[in-house]
């Protein structure tokens, strides 16, 4: 088990000015930013990025979607990171997620659900390096 996650705070999150606030939570929740950085994505990156889900229906508006404004890319530390921190997003549906969650608070839908955060602890490394050289990961 690791000790880091990956999340984004993605473009709609940003749109509507809830960076901060989540921010928040993620600080009261007790991680500690080891790196971050907001960033523009370009279509070609998001979809490097989301290279795993290539085949399936939703790739192409998923890169649209995730290059149409800049994101919060942090790489986040806590004990059980990556299980501690899906639990405080909530599920990926904000309808479904739990009070409290930052889903629940700020995703508008499913497609725009406001955060991303690995799903294990090997994508966390791969994610986390994806976005950050090992210069800017403290």
Do not use: C, W
């Amino acid at each position: 088990m690791s000790n880091r996650t990956f999340t984004m705070i993605k473009p709609d999150a940003t749109e509507k000015g809830y960076t901060g606030a989540i921010l928040e939570k993620i600080n009261a929740a007790g991680f500690r930013i080891a790196a971050i950085k907001m960033l523009h994505l370009s279509a070609e990156k998001a979809g490097e990025f989301y290279a795993v889900h290539k085949e399936r229906p939703f790739y192409g508006e998923l890169v649209e979607f995730m290059s149409r404004g800049p994101i919060t890319a942090a790489i986040l530390e806590k004990d059980n990171a990556v299980e501690d921190f899906r639990k405080l997003i909530g599920a990926t549906n904000p309808a479904q997620a739990a009070e409290g969650t930052i889903r629940k608070l700020y995703a508008a839908s499913v497609g725009e659900n406001a955060i991303h955060g690995s799903d294990s602890d090997e994508n966390a490394r791969i994610e986390g390096d994806f976005f950050f050289s090992k210069l800017e990961q403290f």
